[in-house]
């Protein structure tokens, strides 16, 4: 059974389903996925203006959200329309609606005809969580449905986000701080942390996080996607180019391939800025979500990145053997994540555009 942070965390990442990017990448891309979430903050901290979905995309990601809700809260129902002929409103039979579930009669019959399709075009895999998310405890299914509402209400309201205001304005000075670690935006980004190689800089076990992972998303960035002069050569994880190789050795140390991952982002990020901006509170979600998959053979935990299979898991000193990776530590000790200081700006953000909807 997974948990609640997983439950939620997956939901989040259905209603981003059309908005994700492409994997056309080599076949090792494994940061790719990663890379994209990333990328959704960075480009959400360079919209100048911030602007809102296109009017399409905002009403299909409020669709998604809507069905969801409602698979959640009546999965007997719906799940009984989705395994019949699954027939739009407007050309359903007097038949086919006299079949449908009581509570899907009448006012609520196309929002239910809309949430089964919804829920039979989903792989196998998202109908089994949302099946666990329907089963929840009432607290947790509490917590799913609000923040569902919350991501309705967003994208429902898409017209007026994005008009200048305060909120915005710190909203924006949010992700600057998560993405550079820093209030002002610097390009190239730089490795703010203290060391002297690539493991101090992305973490060297779950008892010494990465100096500077923890500072920026820049960083993270940089720890998950950089070629460099030793043992991470020629890594193409988060795109189809073999990133530059980056230098680790001091402080405030250039993000060589920055402006290359900013343009990497734009290529494969769906919608551009747009999109990102919309869904900070999703990104920040999976992104704690990523923290708590285990890695290597031992199923360490926080860990954001790629980590060899092959024995425990250990330095992110960009190797693809032996238990390390390309990757960044987020760790204090043995099952004791030290939640990154960019994560925590990042959430912060997403609280300021909730509070630019209200």
């Not at 949010?174 to 942390?193: D, N």
């Not at 070629?227 to 980056?246: E, H």
């Not at 360490?300 to 000193?317: E, F, L, M, R």
Request: some cysteine; aromatic content about 4%.
């Amino acid at each position: 059974m997974s948990t609640p942070l997983t439950l939620l965390a997956v939901i989040l990442w259905i209603c981003l389903i059309t908005q994700k990017a492409s994997s056309a990448g080599p076949t090792k891309g494994e940061n790719r996925e990663v890379f994209d979430l990333l990328c959704r903050a960075v480009l959400a901290s360079e919209a100048t203006p911030l602007n809102p979905l296109p009017a399409k995309q905002a009403t299909e990601a409020a669709a998604r959200a809507t069905s969801i809700e409602l698979v959640i809260k009546m999965h007997s129902e719906i799940s009984k329309i989705a395994e019949a002929a699954t027939t739009a409103a407007s050309e359903a039979s007097p038949a086919a609606t006299d079949s449908l579930p009581p509570k899907c009669k009448g006012e609520n019959e196309t929002k239910c005809r809309e949430a089964a399709a919804f829920l039979k075009s989903l792989p196998a895999a998202d109908k089994v969580l949302l099946s666990e998310a329907a089963a929840a405890t009432a607290s947790t299914k509490e917590k799913l449905l609000h923040t569902l509402s919350k991501m309705t209400k967003i994208h429902s309201e898409a017209p007026a986000f994005g008009k200048p205001g305060t909120k915005l304005s710190e909203m924006q000075a949010e992700l600057i701080q998560a993405v550079y670690g820093k209030a002002t935006k610097e390009t190239p980004a730089k490795l703010l942390g203290n060391g002297g190689d690539r493991e101090s800089h992305c973490g060297k076990s779950e008892a010494t996080p990465g100096t500077s992972a923890k500072l920026s998303i820049a960083a993270t960035m940089a720890c998950v996607c950089s070629s460099d002069g030793g043992s991470g050569t020629s890594n193409t994880g988060c795109y189809k180019t073999a990133t530059g190789q980056q230098g680790f050795s001091t402080t405030n140390e250039v993000i060589v391939g920055w402006d290359s991952m900013v343009t990497a982002c734009k290529e494969q990020t769906a919608a551009e800025t747009a999109t990102a901006d919309l869904n900070l509170l999703a990104v920040a979600t999976v992104l704690e979500q990523e923290l708590y998959k285990p890695k290597g053979n031992d199923g360490k935990i926080g860990y954001i990145g790629q980590v060899n299979k092959g024995s425990g898991a250990t330095d992110c000193n960009g190797q693809d053997t032996g238990g390390k990776g390309s990757c960044a530590v987020f760790t204090t000790g043995p099952n004791t994540i030290d939640m990154p200081q960019w994560l925590t700006k990042l959430r912060q953000a997403a609280e300021k555009q909730e509070g630019a909807n209200t």
